[in-house]
Nanobody, 123 residues
Framework: VQLQASGGGLVQAGGSLRLSCVTS????????MAWFRQAPGKEREFVAA???????YYADSVKGRFTISRDNAKNTVYLQMNSLKPEDTAVYFC??????????????????WGRGTQVTVSS
């Protein structure tokens, strides 16, 4: 399974961006999909996850501001990011796992990763 993330860029604080991640898998609807991010000098951290039944999970730091969604017909998962803050600046990665894990916030649970897209939020 290959993943291709896009949609990053430079935005002012309070602005919005929408990230997209297209996958090559044939059974996308059954996949667990997630977004992680990594800021310079920091560890990769969980942002949001979507399981096959469309249940959604978020890190506390993004709840109420970010929304993960998926379009099974397009093999695509999205991350709508609103009310962006400078601390959201990071490289954002999409990740895929064939079967949902209750440890969804742990990056080692995911088998496949996209290359990442840079998000920079200026103050």
């Amino acid at each position: 399974v290959q993943l291709q993330a896009s949609g990053g860029g430079l935005v002012q604080a309070g602005g919005s961006l929408r990230l997209s991640c297209v996958t090559s898998g044939r059974t996308f609807r059954s996949y667990a999909m997630a977004w992680f991010r990594q800021a310079p000098g920091k560890e990769r951290e969980f942002v949001a996850a979507s399981r096959e039944n469309n249940a959604k999970y978020y890190a506390d730091s993004v709840k109420g501001r970010f929304t993960i969604s998926r379009d099974n017909a397009k093999n695509t998962v999205y991350l709508q990011m609103n009310s962006l803050k400078p601390e959201d600046t990071a490289v954002y990665f999409c990740a895929q796992r064939a079967v949902w894990s209750i440890d969804y916030g742990n990056s080692i649970q995911y088998n496949n990763w996209g290359r990442g897209t840079q998000v920079t939020v200026s103050s």
